[in-house]
């Protein structure tokens, strides 16, 4: 019998950065029950004190009686019936590393847009493997939505995954409002990794960005990245691009052009002359695409010699290959 969501549920939300908040902030707008796992002592008790979270999105306010903020993840898992993993994917292990209640009786969404360091691991592919939560009772939210424009109300169009469709509308039912739009599709493996993709070609606009390329050369580079997921999405069997074009395509442009995309943010630091390292020391927010480059090459290398891109990240990112350099290369393989 496969699990059924229960959309009247409790939902408890890890993380506390910008999308932790964004989603907290929705789901209280929505009237759903809160329960949220803030394991930062300063942002907890700013939370508690003020209803804000003085390091994440300050300006956002929180009813403070319609959520209760903890520090206790199995108090904060234990109550509720819907799990939504909000932080970084690279603090993830570390945020469940307490976790002693199990999981087998909850429905878990993944909202991160990233791999786990070290695995080669999509977020939903790790869940299943550590907690042998079964794939039906896992989703995953996607989209082009920055948690700055989410937790202000600006229209979003978000898309969310599951193997069984019914669980998929159930957890658009949480999200639903006067500006949060949704579709929903079961093809949960396609949507997770063109999210992981996505980052990699965001760092790679930023460092054309950084290198002075105009508006005419990054459309084409998009473009062509663009062209590179979809080709990896069917030649791994999945014919989702073209039937999904804001979950992907937009979700691509709005990471490769928006000021708020700290990928992008990452390759204008490293096309300015920065070094990789220094660019990640002077990131105040994980840059998934750094991750991403690095899942790609050692996962899919056969897949490298259809990818240009996503090789020249990778040379780039992890081999200190000369960005000015790969970029002029990457000018010769343009269509």
């Not at 794939?135 to 979003?156: D, K, W």
């Not at 074009?245 to 928006?258: E, H, K, W």
């Amino acid at each position: 019998m496969s699990f059924k969501l229960n959309a009247n549920g409790r939902c408890a939300v890890i993380g506390h950065g910008s999308w932790a908040t964004a989603m907290v902030k929705v789901l209280s707008q929505n009237n759903v029950a809160v329960n949220w796992y803030v394991r930062n002592q300063e942002v907890l008790e700013s939370l508690q004190n003020e209803g804000r979270n003085f390091r994440y999105l300050a300006d956002v306010e929180f009813d403070k009686s319609s959520i209760r903020f903890s520090d206790n993840l199995n108090e904060v898992v234990g109550d509720a019936e819907i799990v939504l993993l909000a932080s970084p994917a690279a603090y993830l292990s570390s945020h469940l590393k307490p976790l002693s209640v199990p999981l087998r009786d909850k429905f878990v969404v993944s909202t991160i847009k990233g791999l786990v360091p070290g695995k080669f691991q999509t977020i939903t592919d790790y869940m299943h493997k550590k907690y042998r939560i079964p794939y039906e009772q896992l989703a995953f939210i996607s989209g082009p939505a920055h948690a700055e424009e989410v937790s202000h109300s600006r229209t979003t169009h978000l898309t969310v995954a599951s193997p069984d469709l019914d669980n998929a509308h159930g957890v658009g039912n949480l999200l639903h409002n006067n500006f949060i739009m949704l579709n929903h599709t079961s093809e949960m493996k396609a949507l997770e990794l063109s999210a992981v993709m996505k980052n990699i070609y965001s760092v790679v606009a930023g460092i054309a960005v950084g290198l002075g390329y105009g508006d005419n050369f990054i459309a084409v580079l998009v473009s062509n990245a663009a062209k590179e997921i979809y080709l990896f999405l069917k030649k791994h069997g999945f014919d989702y691009f073209c039937q999904a074009p804001s979950a992907i395509l937009g979700d691509l442009l709005v990471t490769c052009y928006s000021s708020h995309s700290r990928n992008r943010q990452l390759g204008v630091l490293i096309g300015r002359g920065n070094t990789v390292k220094t660019s990640l020391n002077e990131m105040t927010m994980i840059a998934e695409g750094y991750y991403a480059a690095n899942f790609i090459r050692n996962v899919l290398p056969q897949d490298l010699a259809e990818m240009p891109i996503a090789h020249m990240a990778y040379q780039v990112l992890y081999e200190k290959a000369s960005a000015r350099k790969a970029m002029k290369r990457i000018e010769a393989s343009m269509i």
